[in-house]
């Protein structure tokens, strides 16, 4: 199911493990040494690539929530 996606700011600290694990989500931000999302929530061709980015993110920076608890 299609969930936004959340990243911390504060808990980046670059490694860039999620620019790999979903390429057509996220990029590594050169200027702020960080990682920044390119879109804001997931759709089928993407949803499980972010699982992954979050599960193997170790500052754990990147959080899916449901879209159901945004409105």
Known sequence: AP???????DLCQGPG???SEAPHTFAFDNTTRQVKPLRDH??????????TAVN????RAIALRSRERDR
Do not use: N
Not at 3 to 9: N, P, T
Not at 42 to 51: L, P
Not at 56 to 59: E, F, I, Q, R, V
């Open 56 to 59: 193997y993110c170790p500052t």
């Open 42 to 51: 997931t759709d089928a061709s993407t949803h499980d690539e972010v699982e």
């Open 17 to 19: 493990v999620c620019v």
């Open 3 to 9: 969930a936004r996606v959340g990243v911390d700011l």
